[in-house]
């Protein structure tokens, strides 16, 4: 009996998130190029007609955004790949979809800023702006990969947890992960888990009635439900209401959502963390850089070790603090002026020093430079 052959291919990490999308089932693809994310867009362009999808090039990220939570209401997988300036034209958007509770998936390919900054240089500068990007409480939910192979993955779970829990999801890349190539093994939609939008019955139905797991079903357009969507506050029936219970309840419940299935959500990897005195919060192409540290550290004899948020929102905040236990000091190395180690000292406190390597120059951040911070 012959093994399965697998499918390998050489990609880059644009090339790999594209792939990913399809055996997710992404089937609708609206978008703007944008530097260094373009790639994504090129793919899905050629790709999408080959599996029954459309593309479309939108005038701008505003339409971008409004064209994937619109197909996404038609039932159809949706996606939009941008950089930091598209991202921040998203924002209204995306608290749209996270207040009508429309799953769907944006990819934030992060450079240099502020505005247009360094269009091709690597950069972690979004941070904050995925995080804090929209106005209002809203279920904030970003994935990191830091492998060409792990963005392929991490899109497909992306598409999984968007459909989930009924809200976007970024997927957040930095430029050196987007654009490296490495070697991809493409999984069929057949051996990975694939999660589709729970669905109502045939009975009588209010779009935003829930039940424990406070995720209200989602028809599509056409499907033989009537429902109205809004991004004002608004009760069961889906239209506005202003009666302070109700404002209160669904503010709280697109929130609660996210808490009630963290399990379905949070990754996190460590790294030589059980007797590190050294502990390196990193994430992305940073987050490679410092195991090489590490590994280096370790031949020195120092214990130091690695703990690397995949889910960089919501974090894994009991298993950062029990990696942070023995640590005598905390090292937090991004491409970016300090804005992840803010959400570290929220969540370790202040037991042991947190100290920042921040680098803005559009080069990575090089394992040297955090051995030097690991041994100093």
Known sequence: ????????????????????????????????????????????????????????????????????????LAGVKSMTATSGPGLSLMQENIGFGAMAEIPTVVVDVMRGGPSTGNPTGPSQSDVMAI????????????????????????????????????????????????????????LSPESVKIVNRKKPGSGPYLPYEYGDDLIPPLPG????????????????????????????????????????????????????????????????????????????????????????????YPLANEALIKAARNAKKIIVPEMNLGQYILIVERVVGHKAPIIGINQVDGEPITPAKILSKIEG
Not at 31 to 42: D, L, M, R, T, V
Not at 44 to 67: K, N, T
Not at 143 to 165: D, G, K, M, W, Y
């Open 221 to 312: 357009y056409g499907e033989g439900h009537r429902f109205h969507v809004t991004g004002l506050n608004h009760d069961k029936t889906g239209f506005p209401t202003n009666k302070p219970e109700l404002m209160d309840e669904g503010n709280r419940r697109i929130m609660d959502k996210v808490d009630r299935n963290l399990d379905k959500i949070i990754r996190h990897e460590e790294f030589m963390t059980d007797d590190c005195d050294v502990l390196v919060v990193a994430f992305g192409s940073s987050a490679r850089a410092s195991k090489r540290a590490i590994r280096n550290a370790r031949e020195k004899g120092i214990k130091a070790g690695l703990f690397r948020p995949i889910t960089l």
């Open 131 to 186: 995080r804090w990007g929209t106005h209002g409480d809203y279920p904030a939910i970003a994935l990191c990969p830091e492998s060409v192979n792990e963005v392929f993955l991490l899109t497909i779970e992306a598409f999984n947890i968007a459909e989930q829990i009924r809200t976007p999801v970024i997927l957040a890349m930095d430029e050196i992960t987007a654009h490296m190539r490495e070697k991809v093994e493409i």
């Open 1 to 72: 009996m012959t093994a399965e052959k697998k499918t390998i291919k050489f990609l880059s990490g644009n090339e790999a998130c594209g792939e990913g999308a399809v055996v997710a089932g992404c089937r609708f693809f609206g978008g703007y190029p944008i530097s260094p994310s373009s790639e994504i867009a090129e793919f899905m362009s050629r790709r999408l007609p080959l599996v029954g999808g459309s593309f479309i090039q939108m005038e701008d990220e505003i339409a971008s955004m409004g064209s994937i939570l619109g197909a996404s």
